[in-house]
């Protein structure tokens, strides 16, 4: 069979097969996530990087993210709640001003060990994604990054974690399984599967630099109920 004609058949197969996949995603009223991302700084994963767990990286942007037609940033200008509510650098509302460059005085800066930021969607919603920048000047992994959603602003009634890398407990909220990666200008997406709650909270416990804790944005994207 000629070369060439492989190589038709092939592409037909793809475009097929796009073209189903984009007819299935408007059927089930899914559509994409617009993000607009910050320059990114640096390019590639440091070989020298001695963390466990630690993921590859993709080698290609993200893939569109697809959520529900409707969907937006729920916290876009609010000011979370903070275990440390006079940041060192930076003030909480840069968390969710929409900047995400990397340059100083773009983010903010935390207090040392465990530190967590909480928001308050006002009202139950089902949450599709949160995406947390939390420093991409440079590589770096953060530890202890948790993400939970509950009903109630102290997180006793409906917790449900929904991201955990925290090997060890060291933050007392159980072992996770998700995996630790290097900060970049994409972010990191968490998928939270379209979960029910109120509040969302979001834990970090130092970097591979120091054991400061840092945000340059975080979105939370979900339709109220």
Known sequence: MPKKFIMFLVALFYVTALGQLAAQEKKDGLVPIK??????MFVGTPQNMQVPNL????????PPFLAPAGTKNLVLGQVPASTDDMPIIGELEMITDDDKEAPEGHFVELGPFLQHITFDLG????IYA??????HKQARVYFDVIVQVADDADFTQNVQTIFNN???NSAGL????????VETSEGKLIDAGGVVGEYVRIYSN?????D???YTEVAIYGKPQ
């Open 35 to 40: 993000i607009d991302l910050p320059k990114p």
């Open 55 to 62: 993921e590859k990286p993709l080698g290609k942007p993200r």
């Open 123 to 126: 009202k139950k919603s089902n």
């Open 130 to 135: 949160v995406l947390i920048w939390h420093f």
């Open 166 to 168: 925290d090997l060890d």
């Open 174 to 181: 159980g072992v996770g399984k998700d995996w630790h990666y």
């Open 206 to 210: 130092g970097n591979t630099n120091n």
């Open 212 to 214: 400061l804790n840092h």
